[in-house]
């Protein structure tokens, strides 16, 4: 019997699924249980004018102005708290003008 991760089938759609993910033009991102980033795609680094280097292992405290981080967090917490989807909408600047963005938050399990 073989294992998922060894299957080229297996490999082959995780690699589709990244490439997928990096390309898409909204913002995606992965955080662990500690609201700690674990992935962001392109468009959150062009967004938000970061690297993945400057994010990744990072809380939002240590990245965002404190009101944006407490509003990310808080709704982190709710979504850890309910394991339901939790949308929240918020406006910021960017490239000098005001953008109004609207963030669905979705819990995602791995196989454990």
């Given at each position: 019997m073989t294992s998922l991760s060894d299957?080229?089938?297996?490999?082959?759609?995780?690699?589709?699924?990244?490439?997928?993910?990096?390309n898409s033009p909204d913002l995606i991102w992965l955080k662990d249980l500690n609201c700690?980033?674990?992935?962001?795609?392109?468009?959150?680094?062009?967004?938000?004018?970061?690297?993945?280097?400057?994010?990744?292992?990072k809380g939002d405290e240590e990245i965002f102005p404190f009101e944006l981080s407490e509003r990310f967090l808080t709704s982190d917490?709710?979504?850890?708290?309910?394991n339901k989807p939790v949308t929240i909408q918020f406006t910021t600047i960017h490239d000098i003008d005001p953008r109004t963005i609207t963030t669905i938050k979705s819990p995602i399990y791995d196989a454990d």
């Open positions: 299957d080229p089938k297996s490999n082959l759609y995780s690699d589709l699924l990244k490439i997928a993910i990096q700690k980033y674990l992935m962001i795609n392109h468009s959150f680094e062009k967004f938000y004018k970061l690297s993945a280097s400057e994010v990744i292992g917490k709710e979504v850890l708290q309910t």
